[in-house]
């Protein structure tokens, strides 16, 4: 009993403290990167697979590239105890989170979980409904530094006012965790979700295909561009400690080179956060090289916490924009056709205004210098024409400076 009053004052200090709740600021100012078990393993989750996976991070080169989160999804909960706390699998994790996360935090990296608003997880797993204090506190003496918390079995809840709940619970609880939204853009998070998380879903799942839809009757998943595509004018809503979420890479799941660096390149213009779904253990050296590639993450980590956007179509290549620090731009030719194209561009007719950031690219009196950043040369400046040809499903991706 008297365990129980503890339990309870405890909770009720939590609840009463969170009165002044926010989400943790300074944290996520440029897009989370890391590594998240779903896209590859799905509910196949075990201690020793995320060891192996920590110990892969920071021996491949990805730590080195940025890469910092290692965070299990669905399926890791074994169930609740006689007060309702939440604890692990013990088959799947018998040293317990705790220990796993030391582990994790041991390579410097960060340790990340999952969790839904629901009361049961999307793989029928314990939900945190009516649990959240509960959960927050459990995360918080685990060492958990990221939580993603998903949206199924959630009949009857309002989303805004669950995951204000939830952000309130992991303030109270005083451990700072980059919070992850994924309500999969139903009720438009961009517009709420600012003063809640540190990053938002967009769209529903992702797959491993360049553009299709796998339809599943009442949901799909989507092919890399048809997720790129599937947004509108949502770009002002991201910066700095707010990101807009097309969800986790699927780079090295089974696309071609092209199409796996096509894919890679138009997140980092988008400014996502970069959450490799791929087996760091067993990766070739293509795929690593492109998840390591540290001109492309610059893009997608640049300090001005702009979005990119489509420019232009010239046919089936695409033009994408980003502009950056320092009076620097990335500039993304991508070759949506299933042909090779050969294209031209015309910097002097291309005259590039973002009223977003209040930055113009005029190249007509200012040489900007070309550097293909997948490439890694000089293709000389804008001066002249820009003469090229991509593949199917590929990528030129330049950053132009003028100092």
């Keep these: 009993m008297k365990n129980s009053l503890s339990v309870l004052a405890l909770m009720l200090c939590l609840v009463f403290s969170s009165g002044n709740a926010q989400k943790f600021e300074d944290l996520a100012l440029t897009p989370p990167m890391g590594w998240n078990s779903w896209n590859k393993f799905g509910c196949n989750v075990d201690e020793q697979m995320i060891r192996n996976i920590a110990d892969a991070m920071d021996s491949s080169g990805m730590k080195d590239a940025g890469y910092e989160y290692i965070v299990i999804d669905d399926c890791w909960h074994g169930g609740r105890d006689s007060l309702g706390f939440i604890y692990p699998d013990s088959a799947r994790f018998p040293s317990g989170m705790k220990a796993l996360a030391d582990y994790v935090h041991s390579k410097g990296l960060k340790f990340g979980i999952y969790s ?42 309002n989303s805004v006012g669950a995951y204000t709940t939830m952000r309130n619970a992991l303030y109270a609880a005083g451990r700072p965790v980059v919070f992850s939204i994924c309500e999969w853009g139903d009720t438009k998070p961009w517009e709420w979700a600012g003063d809640v998380g540190h990053l938002w879903r ?29 947004r509108k004018d949502i770009r002002k809503y991201a910066g700095p400690g707010h990101w807009n979420d097309p969800d986790m890479l699927e780079v090295g799941n089974g696309m071609t080179q092209s199409e796996d660096r096509a894919h890679f390149s ?21 795929t690593k090289e492109i998840l390591t590639n540290r001109d492309v993450i610059d893009i997608d980590q640049d300090s001005l916490g702009v979005e990119g956007y489509l420019y232009a179509t010239m046919d089936s290549v695409e033009v994408w924009v980003k502009p ?3 009076g620097d731009w990335a500039i993304c030719f991508l070759n949506r056709a299933s ?54 499903h590929d990528v030129l991706v330049l950053r132009l400076t003028n100092r």
């Design 266 to 286: 138009i997140w980092c213009m988008m400014a996502a956060p970069l959450i490799a779904g791929n087996d760091l253990r067993s990766m070739s050296n293509e």
């Design 324 to 326: 950056l620090v320092k």
């Design 339 to 392: 042909s090779a194209q050969r294209f031209e561009f015309d910097w002097s007719k291309n005259i590039i205004a973002d009223d977003l950031s209040k930055r113009v690219l005029n190249t007509n009196g200012t040489a900007y210098t070309l550097r293909d950043l997948w490439g890694k040369k000089i293709l000389g400046d804008t001066k002249g024409k820009l003469t090229s040809e991509l593949a199917t």
């Design 116 to 157: 839904c608003a629901g009361d049961k997880t999307c793989g029928g797993r314990p939900g945190s409904r009516g649990h959240e204090y509960q959960d927050a506190l459990t995360y918080a003496k685990w060492g958990v530094d990221y939580l993603k918390y998903d949206w199924c079995n959630t009949a009857g809840l």
């Design 202 to 230: 967009i769209t529903g799942d992702i797959t491993h295909c360049f553009d299709c839809e796998l339809n599943h009757g009442t949901w799909s998943q989507w092919g890399v561009m048809r997720i790129a595509e599937m």
